[in-house]
């Protein structure tokens, strides 16, 4: 079994910086996509961005700029370093991680979900 769980997430003032971490762990071969999603109340759940397992990354237009995701595969961690934060970039932050098996599958895994509120 896998679990990710984050960490990172809290209060912030608007213009302010937050690090989100996702950390994996469990009986696996390795983490190879994942990505990092908001979902805002009342809203779907959105990608903000993501990073494949060779390291290259793709964000969300919103968040361009202002938000870095980066990777420590020695540790299966993966971090979202955000900064110049808005009150609209309050919501409940998700990881998400494609993970293969010891037996050459590959399963999706969600965290648990960390919440990020900006103040204006």
């Known amino acids: 079994q896998v679990q990710l769980v984050e960490s990172g997430g809290g209060l912030v003032q608007a213009g302010g910086s937050l690090r989100l971490s996702c950390a994996a762990s469990g009986s696996f071969f390795r983490i190879t996509d994942v990505g990092w999603y908001c979902q805002a109340p009342g809203k779907q759940r959105e990608l903000v961005a993501g990073?494949?397992?060779?390291?290259?990354?793709n964000y969300a237009d919103s968040v361009k700029g202002r938000f870095v995701i980066s990777r420590d595969n020695a540790k299966n961690t993966v971090y979202l370093q955000m900064n110049s934060l808005k009150p609209e970039d309050t919501a409940v932050y998700y990881c998400?991680?494609?993970?293969?098996?010891?037996?050459?599958?590959?399963?999706?895994?969600w965290g648990q979900g960390t919440q990020v509120t900006v103040s204006s």
């Open positions: 998400n991680a494609r993970v293969l098996t010891l037996l050459g599958r590959e399963y999706d895994y």
């Open positions: 990073i494949t397992s060779g390291g290259s990354t």
